[in-house]
Antibody, heavy 122, light 109 residues
Framework: EVQLVQSGAEVQKPGESLKISCKGSGYSFSRYWIAWVRQMPGKGLEWMGIIYPSDSDTTYSPSFQGRVTISAVKSIDTAYLQWSSLEASDTAMYYC???????????????WGQGTLVTVSS | DIQLTQSPSFLSASVGDRVTISCRASQGISNYLAWYQQKPGEAPKLLIYGASTLQTGVPSRFSGSGSGTEFTLTISSLRPEDFAAYYCQQVNRYPFMYTFGQGTKLEMK
């Protein structure tokens, strides 16, 4: 069974750094792209970026480029999302998701983590 | 960049109703569209990809149609567990990026 298990909720102060994780199991982790998706309170889904764990090839949404860092350690089947200096506006639920594609050229997310709630407050 | 616009943003319906949610792309995207359902407190769940292919395990009352710029998600007969938010999603190839629609919240009337 494919599973993506994310790290637990975090409460941080503005200016602090943070790294959250997403551990895959039940499939060959290094061979499938992992994306991060933000959902601010009461709002919709925003794609942040994506990483290929096999070689750490990473693409960021322009909206998040320079604000977060996406990484992966394939030896432990884990992807990460990190901030060097949090802001109150980073308060949100963050999901990791496994990106799938088919022979017809469709791209979609077929497995999702349970989400990590990040709260940034002084 | 290609934008996705869903309508309506909010929809009130009753159990047993047939409901339709629309997703319009700002440029033609062939059939490269997926639909997700998100219930409160849960992660999104893939319903449909390739505009009309039902993900394994998704009930057949859900269907998707469309191509180019106009797409539709239809629920043929609403069940209580279908009241949720729904999102469409596509991928820009150049530059490479995923895009979601703003969402449609389906509420019980």
């Amino acid at each position: 069974e494919v599973q993506l298990v994310q790290s637990g909720a975090e409460v941080q102060k503005p200016g602090e750094s943070l790294k959250i994780s997403c551990k895959g199991s039940g499939y060959s982790f290094s061979r499938y792209w992992i994306a991060w998706v933000r959902q601010m309170p009461g709002k919709g889904l925003e794609w942040m970026g994506i990483i290929y764990p096999s070689d750490s090839d990473t693409t960021y949404s322009p909206s998040f480029q320079g604000r977060v860092t996406i990484s992966a350690v394939k030896s432990i089947d884990t992807a990460y999302l990190q901030w060097s200096s949090l802001e109150a506006s980073d308060t949100a639920m963050y999901y990791c998701a496994m990106a799938a594609t088919n022979l017809n050229g469709n791209y979609y997310f077929d497995y999702w983590g349970q989400g990590t709630l990040v709260t940034v407050s002084s | 960049d290609i934008q996705l616009t869903q309508s309506p943003s909010f929809l009130s319906a009753s159990v047993g109703d047939r409901v339709t949610i629309s997703c319009r792309a700002s440029q033609g995207i062939s059939n490269y569209l997926a639909w997700y359902q998100q219930k409160p407190g849960e992660a999104p769940k893939l319903l449909i990809y390739g505009a009309s292919t039902l993900q394994t395990g998704v009930p057949s009352r859900f269907s998707g149609s469309g191509s180019g710029t106009e797409f539709t998600l239809t629920i043929s007969s609403l069940r209580p567990e279908d009241f949720a938010a729904y999102y469409c999603q596509q991928v820009n190839r150049y530059p490479f990026m995923y895009t979601f629609g703003q969402g449609t919240k389906l509420e019980m009337k």
